[in-house]
């Protein structure tokens, strides 16, 4: 549409003389004061001139405002257009919409419905048809009067504000998380901070309330205290106050806890997770008080589909009164959350919350790390993601203390033993700060849902590796101005701790960045078999700069000891010998829980990768060729990003058929050698079983999740070991019976007359008297 255009309130078109002016004259755009001319003979004689298909359109209107233009005024494309519902909350209350003089159990239903509607905005609904669709929060002082709802309307208000501001300050959400657009809403209304006074006031009315009720129950003198009852029955005072008493409390739980995660250097954590306590343990109440409410006021809807404990339909609540404060988009639908799916997400919210608080400030980065992997594997929201960032990096800071740089050096430093440094005392200060600032913006990438996550991995190791080769061109540079000759090894930097640290960080994300893939079943069926192996090859790379690190951290030791050898610190009263330190090969090295993961992962790896390559040869998997792109154009899909760093080496397509190809290997052997590859995970995950339960130092959400991972990894090698003895057993090309229990699965995506034609991420099988099936109920995942 022409900018100079314009629609009358009755309908009628209008133009502006700024539209009939010249081009030059017409780039000062209309203001208040313009005067309107009606159009509509104009346009009319238009329309009659013009044909099906044709636009009338400004020079700059292109294809794109074509495609993302809306038709104003139409009910079906305008959301401020629909006439159902009321216009204003004004209207909504003049007809009574918003009565102030409920009885308890209406009071109820409001908090229950609001308390919905707010656990539906943190899904990522916008908050003016979530929690302000509520017509008490619009008018919060006309509900004085009703002190109980006033007091909880308050304060939900004010938790608003603090997840709010939160998510806000954390900038780690996208579109689809979360709506952070206020529309001119009363969500910051002064006042709020006092808005535990009128809700301490009134749980102390309950509290002696309920005393009373309880007193009375059991027989003792009535309290000469005057109380007005909540309700006429006073053989339902006791449950309804339990119930009212409740709610509010939790309320007031939640805002504490908020409210001591703000304060700086973990400071509230303690306070934090008592009030935590308080809410799960109210929120356990909620949830037992559904019955007696419920049963008070029988429905044909069960609790699973509607948002509140009675199951009966709150007052005082309208969606559409907010939408003239929309954007001009499609109307959008709202379905709020149930009451069994709002207490299981704000319970959820408040261990991961009370999970947050007892994160220990002494964590070095790869432990940081993979506790916000571990953190992440209970698929978080949003709120936890946001309190979990702003608890890592305050200030800039790493937990509070200090800063990302320090603790960069400070892991660099704790490996390094007494060498000579190849770089200057500047070159060494850049390093480090840039390293310590894509650390910072790797920390927040970390924190994002797993879709926008591994989307910014890939820039993260683009960098990452640039920051590598010019870190490895310093120092070459700087070791020929020395006078060292020779090449520098690029895909080792063993002999320095500082690009050693650096090149095993990118091979920890490139890993992430492949499993993620897995996580967000990126990847297709013919696909799975140079996702391992290409896996594999940066898990080995990987496993080789930790064992590196850990050798000279343990040199190091010995060095700071005076011991030369790891024999030296068995043998007691034999004289120190002091010079060189005797290397130290891998079998003295101390595995760490992290090394003996790896091991797991690339021993499952490679019994995958050699399992698919039997039942290939085998004829159990056939390899449907697509005609829109062939293995070479997959393989260059999926990789073509880790082509463009040093570490991991990059390996081509040709490397990945030289390393698959079956030259001198029966299918036999392809079994058994995958059978072995299973059988060592078993061996190592006993190991890591042990390693995790002497770790003392391990976060119990990394300890649990070490835990979780065992008991998947054991049951993944077992199981694949039976189906590698059954396959092997049957006939070559004989068809496997599938029997596929995924609902999300594809109608078609097994066809039982062409055997096994697909695999996922670590699937288990298990067995029959009819055949093998795929049992893809409880997969293995990294």
């Known amino acids: 549409m022409d900018p100079g255009l314009g629609l009358s309130g009755n309908g009628a078109a209008l133009v502006s003389p700024s539209a009939l002016q010249s081009p030059a004259q017409a780039a000062f755009p209309a203001g208040d004061q313009t005067n309107w001319a009606d159009a509509t003979a104009f346009l009319k004689a238009a329309c009659d001139d013009m044909t099906v298909g044709e636009l009338i359109h400004g020079e700059n209107f292109s294809l794109f405002e074509a495609m993302s233009a809306l038709e ?21 209350i003049e007809k009574g919409a918003a009565p102030v003089d409920l009885t308890v159990a209406q009071i109820i239903d409001v908090m229950d419905h609001l308390f919905s509607c707010e656990a ?9 048809q979530t929690v302000f669709s509520c017509l008490y929060m619009l008018k919060l002082d006309r509900t004085a009067p009703n002190a109980s709802l006033h007091a909880y309307c308050k304060i939900t208000r004010a938790t608003c504000s603090l997840v709010r501001a939160a998510i806000v300050l954390s900038d780690i959400h996208e579109e689809e998380d979360f709506v952070t657009f206020g529309f001119g809403l009363p969500l910051d209304a002064e006042g709020d901070s006092k808005c535990l006074a009128s809700l301490n006031a009134v749980e102390e009315v309950l ?42 409390r939790f309320r007031k739980s939640l805002y504490h806890a908020f409210l001591y995660m703000d304060k700086p250097l973990g400071r509230g954590s303690e306070m934090a997770r008592k009030h935590i306590a308080r809410a799960l343990a109210e929120l356990s109440t909620m949830r037992a008080s559904s019955a007696f409410l ?30 003239r404060l929309l954007a001009p988009t499609p109307p959008r639908s709202i379905d709020i959350l149930s009451w069994n799916e709002t207490l299981n997400y704000f319970e959820q919210l408040l261990n991961d919350l009370n999970r947050i608080c007892s994160l220990s400030s002494e964590l070095d980065l790869e432990d940081l790390l993979q506790y916000i992997v571990d953190f992440q594997k209970s698929q978080p929201d949003l709120v936890a993601r946001a309190r979990l960032q702003l608890r890592l990096l305050q200030d800039g800071k790493l937990l509070g203390g200090e800063t990302v740089t320090d603790a960069v050096y400070r892991a660099i430093k704790m490996q390094n033993r007494p060498t000579k440094e190849a770089r200057s005392m500047h070159e060494e200060h850049n390093f480090l700060d840039q390293c310590g600032r894509w650390m910072m913006q790797l920390i927040r990438t970390m924190c994002t849902n797993p879709a926008w996550q591994r989307r910014k991995l890939g820039r993260f190791i683009q960098e990452w590796g640039l920051l590598l080769e010019q870190a490895e061109l310093s120092r070459e540079a700087s070791l020929r101005k020395g006078g060292v000759g020779g090449n520098v090894e690029k895909t080792g930097w063993t002999d320095d701790a500082g690009l050693g640290w650096a090149a095993e960080v990118l091979c920890w994300v490139v890993t992430h960045f492949l499993m993620l893939g897995f996580e967000l079943e990126l990847y297709s069926p013919n696909e799975y078999c140079m996702v391992y192996w290409y896996l594999d090859h940066a898990l080995m790379t990987l496993m080789q700069y930790k064992l590196v690190k850990e050798r000279r951290m343990l040199e190091a030791e010995f060095a700071k000891s005076g011991d030369t050898s790891p ?24 595995f760490t829980p992290s090394v003996l993961l790896l091991q797991c992962h690339i021993n499952l790896c490679k019994g995958l990768i050699w399992m698919l390559a039997a039942l290939t040869a085998d004829r159990k998997i056939l390899h449907r060729e697509t005609v829109f792109n062939s293995e070479l154009e997959r393989f260059t899909q999926r990789f073509e990003l880790l082509h463009k760093i040093v570490v991991p080496e990059p390996m081509t397509y040709l490397d990945y058929r030289e390393a698959t190809r079956q030259r001198h290997q029966s299918i036999k052997e392809l079994y058994q050698l995958s059978y072995d590859h299973f059988s060592a995970v078993q061996q190592h995950v006993q190991e890591l079983n042990q390693a995790v339960t002497k770790a003392s130092k391990m976060e119990s959400v990394s300890k649990t999740q070490r835990m979780a991972d065992i008991r998947q990894m054991e049951q993944v090698a077992a199981r694949n070991r039976v189906v590698l003895q059954i396959a092997h057993q049957a006939g070559a090309g004989d068809n496997l019976r599938i029997e596929n229990l995924l609902p999300f699965s594809a109608p078609g995506e097994f066809d039982p007359r062409e055997g096994v034609s697909c695999f996922r991420t670590f699937s288990d099988f298990t067995t029959s008297g009819d055949g093998i099936f795929l049992d893809r109920r409880s997969q293995f995942r990294f």
Request: overall charge positive.
């Open 72 to 92: 104003i005024m139409d009910p079906k494309m305008d959301a401020g257009m629909t006439t159902t519902g009321y216009k204003t909350v004004d209207e909504a």
């Open 120 to 128: 539906t905005w943190h899904k990522g609904h916008s908050l003016a």
């Open 207 to 248: 509290a002696r309330q309920l005393r009373g009720c309880k007193g009375q129950a059991g027989g003792k003198k009535k309290s000469t205290e005057e109380v007005e009852p909540l309700q006429d029955d006073p053989e339902l005072e006791e449950q309804f106050c339990e119930a009212l008493l409740c709610r509010l």
């Open 294 to 323: 419920s049963a008070r006021r029988p429905t044909k809807k069960s609790l699973g589909s509607t948002s509140t404990a009675s199951g009966q339909p709150a007052v005082g609540f309208d969606e559409s009164v907010n939408r």
């Open 567 to 590: 024999e030296s610190a068995k043998k007691k009263g034999k004289k120190k010998r002091v010079g060189t330190i005797k290397p130290i090969a891998n079998k003295d090295i101390r």
